[in-house]
């Protein structure tokens, strides 16, 4: 594993701790640090579009909420 996808996966889990304690029950890695990159890649997006003067709190009304799934 490279150090950079060290780091992507540690972004992840990072954003995922801070979820809350029950995350441990419906963790399912892979699709959660792609959607994770993907806001990433979107927010990002976001900020670089022209004449985008618009602060950090207002570019998180656009991304969407996290899903988290209970297995059944």
């Not at 979820?19 to 399912?28: A, C, D, E, H, T």
């Not at 004449?51 to 059944?72: C, H, N, Q, V």
């Amino acid at each position: 594993m490279t150090s950079h996808e060290k780091g992507k996966v540690g972004r992840a889990l990072l954003a995922l701790s801070k979820v809350g304690k029950n995350f441990r029950k419906s963790i399912v890695l892979s699709p959660l640090t792609s959607a994770y990159s993907a806001s990433r890649r979107f927010k990002k997006l976001l900020l670089n579009r022209p004449g985008a003067e618009s602060t950090e709190r207002e570019d998180e009304e656009f991304l969407p909420e996290p899903k988290f799934y209970e297995p059944s």
